[in-house]
């Protein structure tokens, strides 16, 4: 079920009220129920997986407590985290690797068969798994208490509103939130509309807009000039931003409606000035799982700078692999990698010894203003690899680009579109740069006229800009 | 402030949001020179109209044309049109304006298909066949243009129709040359499509259409535009024209192979000016033409 579909507005119409009607035990019933009818609205036969990752996790927490016996917890969370990881690797990497194993032996003079198994990928599956083994996790390393309910268990990882395309929410945020019944508060209601709102713009005029010029550039890059590729680039930047934080924002909007309070995803994420600043800001609840989980058991910064070099490489390769089995995706988390590498070098070796003293404010705003854009270049560069078919079109766009000829306004092909999403752009970066400057949740908090005021003309501006079509989120391929 | 009294200030807020942003850009559609709008709103009364798809667009020049000819033309063509919406605007503009003594239609839009009818939405005040159509078509957005009275100007078209405020859209045409490594990278097998066989109910529609033209004294010329010679594949083609010939009496004015220049071609599937002026002087060569030319400058 897609947020932005006519069957998520009557579902969600419906079990809001219910949802409040309720209360105790039955409420939560009516959650688990109703999360797995979306769930299941896209393919019933994986409610079964879900429920085994459930069942499976839940116990393995409950055996993870043994005070005295600390090999039984080891292997109570190697069993919840192996096979995790198998259940995700083999939906997800299977066909990667049979592809891959095919492709060599063809690549040998062996027959390799082109019948092989074609595997279904689960909706949401990186995300739900990777919220239960944090829970795993989180009660071996003693962080959390293993809960002892089921239902609350079962909920907390099929949420409705996050399952699918996170945000990816901590055991220690969320389930202390389902034992207390969460009351009906207009405070809560109101921000959550505020938020859906706000989902829906980045969602419906941004991203899906965006989609229209993008689509059609790397469907056949061979058909489009250099300036026209460069624009497809960009304005991916922005859809995929626009979509996968709009996705959060809707979910995190719905979540407080009920009563649950999420943490931010996403914060501005193409105004950091720098790469780690940008992973501080994009995805921020999957970046601080490869943190959390990943960079600081690895050693993080503590071993020395070559070790720290390598965990950021590491984490960052498999935070592209997370995404999908394809070169594409570990080119994009490798450059990504190499750049926090090279930021680290860089203020290793040079910002430390010189220390910058700016004549003016002119001149540290005109540094950042650069930074900005240079972080952004180095994003879109990454993005090219996250978006082509394949490594071929990636690096055909990149040299394209880079060729520095070609770049001839009147070969750019539909103009409307992009002239509406550059506008579009425009009224985003726009938007997000004012919020730096002026705290437009207070504001908006303090004067609730000024809130209706703003939702409402999101709203018209929705109706008048916004791409209908039940087009789908990105990150649901995931 | 309740909740209640929140949740109905944004509802009230938005529809008059809504309605003050409408009124203002139905002013500006309706006074937009954009084609369709000129077609609702002022007298245009030309003695010849092009409609077609957006080989229509990049094939029939109307400047160019009137120049050489010395007559009015107007060109109602738009990306994507079908059969079925030319059928209704056609009509409309009839029931507006004097009947046209020739009607050029390109033959790449008999198909009988909708989808750049939402385009249109902005017009369903001005257009009973178009309301239908949508209604009976996209029901979603019909209704959705209850709510949002903005909604009708949510589309490609209506920021052309800004575009064409104060301009021209006549002048509208492809003015830049297919790309050489997109050129060698064509497959021919992709785009036969557009000369495949039409729909049986494409082809109803369009014979009605030339019946009631024909009794209307007005002259139907199909004309079938420069097909880049990669996707020539003259059996296809003389089978579509004969479709058309067998049913509707027409002979269609093949210019598939008119153009063999690639530097006339702004894409595959589309000529650019250059195509066009060459369209336009083989169009003025032919005898109906030519006999209305000699006629009007006889008057």
């Known amino acids: ?73 080891y292997i109570f969370l190697s069993i919840s985290v192996i096979s995790s990881l198998l259940i995700l690797g083999f939906f997800k990497y299977y066909n990667f690797f049979t592809d891959n194993f095919i492709s060599m032996l063809n690549l040998l003079g062996f027959d390799g068969s082109s019948n092989a198994l074609r595997i279904i990928l689960p909706v949401g599956i990186s995300f739900y798994t990777f919220q239960t083994m944090s829970y795993t996790l989180d009660v071996y390393n003693k962080k959390i208490e293993p809960e002892k309910s089921l239902l609350n268990f079962a909920i907390f990882v099929a949420f409705f509103p996050q399952l699918v395309a996170g945000p990816i929410v901590r055991a220690s945020c969320f389930i202390p939130q389902l034992k207390t019944d969460r009351a009906f508060n207009s405070e809560d209601i109101v921000n959550g509309i505020r938020l859906i709102i706000w989902g829906f713009f980045l969602k419906v005029v941004i991203a899906d807009s965006l989609s229209m010029v993008v689509d059609i550039r790397f469907e056949n890059p061979a058909c489009h000039n250099a300036l026209s590729m460069l624009i497809g680039v960009i304005f991916y930047a922005f859809q995929i931003y626009g979509d996968f934080a709009g996705y959060s924002l809707i979910a995190i909007g719905v979540a407080r409606i009920l009563g649950f309070k999420f943490p931010v995803n996403f914060d501005r994420p193409y105004f950091a ?89 002119i001149s540290i705003n005109a540094l950042k203003l650069l930074k900005i854009i240079f972080t952004f270049s180095i994003v879109c560069l990454a993005w090219v690899f996250f978006r082509s078919s394949n490594l071929n079109d990636s690096l055909y766009v990149i040299e394209k680009i880079f060729q520095f000829e070609d770049y001839n306004v009147s070969g750019v092909t539909q103009k409307f579109h992009v002239i509406k999403g550059a506008m579009l752009i425009c009224i985003l970066v726009f938007i997000e740069g004012m919020s730096f400057r002026i705290n437009t949740t207070n504001l908006i908090n303090e004067h609730a006229y000024l809130t209706m005021l703003w939702s409402a003309g999101l709203l018209v501006f929705i109706a008048l800009f916004g791409t209908f079509g039940n087009n789908s989120f990105i990150y649901f391929q995931f | 402030m309740t909740l209640a009294k929140k949740l109905i200030t944004l509802i009230f807020t938005f529809f008059l ?39 229509g667009i990049n094939s029939f020049y109307s400047p160019y044309f009137d120049d050489l000819t010395g007559l009015n033309s107007i060109n109602l063509s738009y990306n994507g049109l079908t059969i079925p919406i030319v059928n209704a605007l056609l009509d409309d503009y009839l029931e507006r304006n004097k009947a046209p003594k020739i009607i050029f239609i390109e033959t790449t839009c008999l198909k009988d298909t909708y989808n750049v009818l939402p385009n249109f939405k902005q017009y369903m005040a001005h257009s009973l066949s178009i ?148 369209i336009a002087s083989k169009l003025y060569n032919l005898p109906e033409l030519k006999n209305l030319t000699i006629t009007s400058s006889g008057q």
């Open chain 2, 17 to 55: 949001i809504d309605l003050l942003i409408s009124i203002s850009l139905s002013e500006l559609s309706n006074s937009s020179k954009i084609r369709f709008s000129r077609l609702y709103n002022e007298e245009i009364n030309a003695d010849i109209v092009f409609v077609g798809d957006s080989r």
């Open chain 1, 273 to 361: 000035s720098n790469f780690s600043e940008f992973w501080q800001r994009w995805h921020i609840s999957l970046s601080s799982w490869f943190r959390d989980y990943l960079y600081i058991p690895l050693g993080g910064n503590r071993s020395g700078e070559l070790k720290m070099y390598r965990n950021l490489l590491i984490t960052m390769l498999l935070g592209g692999l997370w995404h999908g089995a394809s070169w594409n995706f570990i080119i994009w988390g490798g450059i990504h990698g190499m750049a926090l590498m090279i930021q680290r070098v860089w203020h290793d070796f040079f910002a430390k010894k010189k220390q910058l003293s700016p004549s003016s404010v």
């Open chain 2, 131 to 278: 309301k239908n159509m949508l209604k009976e078509h996209y029901p979603n957005i019909f209704y959705a243009s209850f709510i949002s009275k903005s909604y009708i100007f949510n589309s490609e078209y209506f920021l052309r129709t800004l575009y064409y405020l104060k301009k021209n859209d006549q002048k509208w045409i492809n003015r830049y040359t297919i790309r050489k490594d997109y050129y060698d990278s064509i497959k021919p097998e992709n785009n036969l499509k557009m000369v495949e066989k039409i729909d049986d109910s494409a082809m109803i529609i369009f014979k009605i259409m030339v019946t009631e033209y024909r009794k209307k004294g007005i002259v139907v010329i199909p004309v079938l535009a420069p097909i880049l010679d990669k996707y020539r594949n003259e059996t296809v083609i003389d089978n579509y024209i004969s479709d058309i010939n067998t049913n509707t009496k027409l002979d269609v004015v093949d210019l598939s192979d008119a153009v063999n220049d690639i530097s006339m071609f702004a894409d595959a599937v589309h000529t650019n000016e250059k195509g066009a002026h060459l």
């Open chain 1, 1 to 73: 079920m897609l947020f932005n579909s006519i069957d998520f507005i009557i579902f969600i119409l419906s079990f809001i009220p219910l949802y409040f009607l309720t209360k105790g035990k039955t409420r939560l019933w009516l959650s688990l129920g109703s999360s797995y009818l979306f769930y299941g609205w896209w393919d019933y036969r994986f409610l079964l997986l879900i429920s085994v990752l459930t069942l499976l996790n839940f116990y393995c927490g409950l055996n993870i407590t043994g005070k005295t016996n600390p090999k039984r917890n």
